[in-house]
T-cell receptor, first 112, second 115 residues
Framework: DGGITQSPKYLFRKEGQNVTLSCEQN?????MYWYRQDPGQGLRLIYY???????QKGDIAEGYSVSREKKESFPLTVTSAQKNPTAFYLC???????????FGPGTRLTVT | AQSVSQHNHHVILSEAASLELGCNYS??????LFWYVQYPGQHLQLLLK??????LVKGIKGFEAEFIKSKFSFNLRKPSVQWSDTAEYFC?????????????FGKGNQVVVIP
């Protein structure tokens, strides 16, 4: 069954702790993306990766880090430097040379 | 940078009413246009897309959208909504200044259909 999995669905952390959000895909798509969704703000791009071992900052990369060691996986780390980390995080993928993106179910992160 | 405008963030309407959501974008160099929908508790999913051809495109669940090149618009419509259309709707347009297949998303329209 092809798709994108994000785990966990809900995540709670204390302020000052780093936390890593998982994104795995078996669609064999080259590109992967991380977005942050806040009410009334739409989707804002954090990081994206076109190929393994390469990634670029999006519009709001400060306080986040990523890695792309495997085609299937694109984990996002929310560091303690992120001033307002509580949000809904969405992972997406796309085929090479295609703008159409496919989304995972999301992880809701709450930092207190 | 590409910007995508969606007005009237909150829309409340009764079943059987008609729905139209506006989408305007700033850069007209591409015709890859998308509407995504996020039903409560579900994944963000593609509602419809336009790449070329007939500017009136039809998507799932009776939705349609019209591409008007001269107006940089891609408005979403449904003639008669149902309670199950309650969702958040996002317009997305390629961000050519960045390349690499990036999309720019609008801020979304939260649509609530009252039975």
């Amino acid at each position: 069954d092809g798709g994108i999995t994000q785990s966990p669905k809900y995540l709670f952390r204390k302020e000052g702790q780093n936390v890593t959000l998982s994104c795995e895909q078996n669609l064999n798509h080259d590109a992967m993306y991380w977005y942050r969704q806040d009410p009334g703000q739409g989707l804002r791009l954090i990081y994206y990766s076109q190929i393994v071992n390469d990634f670029q900052k999006g519009d709001i990369a400060e306080g986040y880090s990523v890695s792309r060691e495997k085609k299937e996986s694109f984990p996002l780390t929310v560091t303690s430097a992120q001033k307002n980390p509580t949000a809904f995080y969405l992972c997406a993928t796309s085929r090479d040379n295609s703008y159409e993106q496919y989304f995972g179910p999301g992880t809701r992160l709450t930092v207190t | 940078a590409q910007s995508v405008s969606q007005h009237n963030h909150h829309v409340i309407l009764s079943e059987a009413a008609s729905l139209e959501l506006g989408c305007n974008y700033s850069y007209g160099g591409t015709v890859n246009l998308f509407w995504y929908v996020q039903y409560p508790g579900q994944h963000l999913q593609l509602l419809l897309k336009y790449f070329s051809g007939d500017p009136l495109v039809k998507g799932i669940k009776g939705f349609e959208a019209e591409f008007i090149k001269s107006k940089f618009s891609f408005n979403l419509r449904k003639p008669s909504v149902q309670w199950s259309d309650t969702a958040e709707y996002f317009c997305a347009v390629p961000s050519p200044y960045y390349g690499n297949n990036r999309l720019a998303f609008g801020k979304g329209n939260q649509v609530v259909v009252i039975p």
